[in-house]
């Protein structure tokens, strides 16, 4: 089955800066990579989503860019705010067949400090 | 429009002892998830179903079972509970065709077995 690895656990950064969460996947089969934000104690919310066929998606201050040869794809938060911090857990699936599951990443908390 | 609806938010199970999981959705989605969150570990995928009357395992299945008589309700059911199923337990959704890709995720029930 699928399997994602995302890096790092926690991250830190000052209010502004840039973060970087990077995500590898196994099957290459998987054409279908979702980011979710969970803040503490809420249920996952979708951010931004890429399909296979697209090589980076943005969308206000997040973008996501996807390497299907390295099987990696990679979240970016530019100028980041307070209201950022949070965890955020990227995911593969393959949309056709296989009942479409969501293997997700064991996560990153992100935190943003004034 | 209410979503995905899970219940109960809480509860404190012994050793042992059975519950049911409720989930319910209002959007007409074929396909509903039910995955758990282990404290600072992502989601893993306890079962799915395609449609009413079909269930599949996931990655964690064993002391689980689900159902799913209706579109609407997909009931996971812990017998024997065990202290290693302490975790936050997310229904999710998704609509069939490639179109609308994204879970909606219900809001939880987090449960602990002492």
């Known amino acids: 089955g699928e399997n994602v690895e995302q890096h790092p656990s926690t991250l830190s950064v000052q209010e502004g800066d840039s973060a970087v969460i990077k995500c590898t996947y196994s099957d290459s089969a998987s054409n279908y990579f979702p980011w979710y934000k969970q803040e503490l104690g809420k249920r996952p919310q979708l951010i931004i989503d890429i399909r296979s066929n697209v090589g980076e998606k943005k969308d206000q201050r997040i973008a996501v860019t996807l390497n299907k040869t390295a099987k990696h794809f990679s979240l970016h938060i530019t100028e980041t705010q307070p209201e950022d911090s949070a965890v955020y857990f990227c995911?593969?699936?393959?949309?056709?067949?296989?009942?479409?599951?969501?293997?997700f990443g064991t996560g990153t908390q992100l935190k943003v400090e004034l | 429009n209410a979503g995905v609806t899970q219940t109960p938010k809480f509860r404190i199970l012994k050793i042992g002892q059975s519950m049911t999981l409720q989930c319910t959705q209002d959007m007409n989605h074929n396909y509903m998830y039910w995955y758990r969150q282990d404290p600072g570990m992502g989601l893993k995928l306890i079962y799915y179903?395609?449609?009413?009357?079909?269930?599949d395992k996931g990655e964690v299945p064993n002391g689980y079972n689900v159902s799913r008589s209706t579109t609407e309700d997909f009931p996971l059911r812990l017998e024997l509970a065990a202290p290693s199923q302490t975790s936050v337990y997310f229904c999710a959704t998704r609509p069939l065709g490639e179109s609308r890709w994204s879970y909606t995720f219900g809001s939880g029930t987090r449960l602990t077995v002492v």
């Open positions: 995911a593969a699936s393959i949309l056709t067949g296989g009942g479409n599951k969501l293997t």
């Open positions: 179903s395609v449609g009413a009357g079909i269930t």
